[in-house]
């Protein structure tokens, strides 16, 4: 039967007012955004993951390619879907980022890593608003926040929350680019927000200012040079040439974030959970270097560094030591060179080049080397020339 002309103003009113009570609870959620678009990826997406897994630029991150067809449709994720509430949550910093990048014997934390996990804290506040919908506009829902094969920015993008900048992180004219992006997928069909342009014109501050040139052109990014990956995913030895680079930065890199100049209208956060905890925006590396398993696992828990686990961070914390010119840091380096890990044996073999004397350096290779097992360690030891 034909829908007449009173019951289409009615379904709109009813849209209208869904939308208003959706805009007021997620303010008071601590949201800083909401945008609806179509639970559908813009043309071109999918191709695009495909020619970045195709080029390498994925490196460890192999998760990215095992599920490739369904993170490339939200269909594929959820067939039902029709929709998509695509949520900000700001965690911008009160302070300028890039200052501890001078410390060198402190180190450098991204700034969401400074909090608490941002997962549990959107995925708690997205359930409360999902469950808002459901009430008022009926309907199954989903909540994703950063933890299945979907693709939240050119989804976030296609509702004109922001759009993707240079550096191929969200960028929006009301808060910049220090934002968490939370999604609520649901079966009802809402009217969709039009896109947002990119801003980002001629501006290219966030390509120079990268320490290792992770971008090989505006929009494009090689994940295997980029500091946040290496010191995250990457699972392995950092390579030689990109350790003076790192500087003092164990987790994450906020460079290419930090000089956008759209941030000027980021408002900084609200939400409590994502404040910098005590102690967690420069630590002393001096007191980091020595931690065992259980005191990485203490120090850190409840927060996104503790997914590094403690060896991938120690390495970390080892090149920054190698980077520091700290002479006060080679005792615990040198013990670490007996540490149970190749990984961390490695990195400490490194720092030690970085910081001993030559005749240190020549002294403890010799008493190490001959029983080291480890391939990759020897190498450490054997290289000839030392930056």
Known sequence: MPISISEHAEAATGADELRRRLEREAAELGFSGLRVTRAAL????????????????????????????????????????????MLAMS????????????????????????????????????????????????????????????????????????WQGKHTNLVSRELGSWFFLGVILTTLELPPDPEEPDHCGRCRRCLDICPTRAFPAPYRLDARRCISYLTIEHKGHIARELRPLIGNRIFGCD????????????????????????????????????????????????????????????????????????????????????????????????????????????AERQRALPLETDTAVREEWLVETWP
């Open 42 to 85: 813009p043309p071109g997406t999918q191709g695009r993951l495909k020619d970045f897994i195709d080029a390498g630029h994925h490196g460890d991150m192999t998760w990215l390619a095992d599920k490739i067809e369904r993170r490339g449709d939200p269909s594929a994720l959820w067939p039902e879907a029709r929709s998509a509430v």
């Open 91 to 162: 965690y911008a910093p009160d302070h300028d980022p890039m200052s501890v990048l001078a410390l060198r014997s402190r180190g450098a934390v991204s700034v969401y890593a400074q909090g608490h996990d941002y997962h549990d804290i959107v995925k708690r506040k997205l359930k409360q608003l999902a469950r808002v919908l459901v009430r008022a506009g009926g309907g199954d829902v989903k909540v994703f926040v950063d933890t299945a094969p979907l693709m939240e920015k050119p989804l976030a993008a296609a509702g004109g929350l922001g």
């Open 255 to 362: 460079d290419c974030l930090a000089v956008c100049p759209w941030n000027k209208f980021a408002a900084v956060a609200r939400e409590t959970g994502l404040l910098p905890r005590p102690g967690s925006a420069s630590p002393p590396l001096r007191d980091l270097i020595g931690l065992d398993d259980r005191a990485f696992r203490d120090r850190f828990a409840g927060t996104p560094v503790k997914r590094t686990g403690r060896d991938r961070f120690i390495r970390n914390v080892l090149i920054a030591a190698g980077n520091s010119s700290d002479a006060s840091l080679l005792a615990p380096v040198v013990t670490l060179l007996s540490d149970g890990s190749p990984l961390v044996r490695a990195a400490a073999v490194w720092a030690l080049s970085r910081l001993a004397s030559p005749g240190r350096f020549e």
